[in-house]
Nanobody
Framework: QVQLVESGGGLVQAGGSLRLSCTASGSIFSINAMGWYRQAPGKQRELVARITRNDNTKYTDSVKGRFTIARDNAKNTVYLQMNSLKPEDTAVYYC?????????????????WGQGTQVTVSS
């Protein structure tokens, strides 16, 4: 079992920044990839960014150049630095973990989810 605890999120004006954190505990040795999905009201959950154990990263096109995903292995934590935020980034952000060999390319490849944290960007 893997537990994911998220922190960060909140309300910010357009152009501002936020950082999300996700700390994993439990059977972390079996994790191949961690990342962030988001879901806005009335929309499907979409991948925002993910990083694998080999530091392979993937971003959805709409956040490239604005968001950065990184991990601290010593703390079992993955971070999502979000800069130049836009109102369309408003959503509930979920941390996800995929066990080997899953790479979080799709929501179905996530084995564990965090509880979600709200990000609201005002115009």
């Amino acid at each position: 079992q893997v537990q994911l605890v998220e922190s960060g999120g909140g309300l910010v004006q357009a152009g501002g920044s936020l950082r999300l954190s996700c700390t994993a505990s439990g059977s972390i040795f079996s994790i191949n990839a961690m990342g962030w999905y988001r879901q806005a009201p009335g929309k499907q959950r979409e991948l925002v960014a993910r990083i694998t154990r080999n530091d392979n990263t993937k971003y959805t096109d709409s956040v490239k150049g604005r968001f950065t995903i990184a991990r601290d292995n010593a703390k079992n934590t993955v971070y999502l630095q979000m800069n130049s935020l836009k109102p369309e980034d408003t959503a509930v952000y979920y941390c996800a973990a995929g066990l080997w060999p899953r790479d979080l390319q799709t929501p179905g490849s996530a084995d564990y989810w965090g509880q979600g944290t709200q990000v609201t960007v005002s115009s």
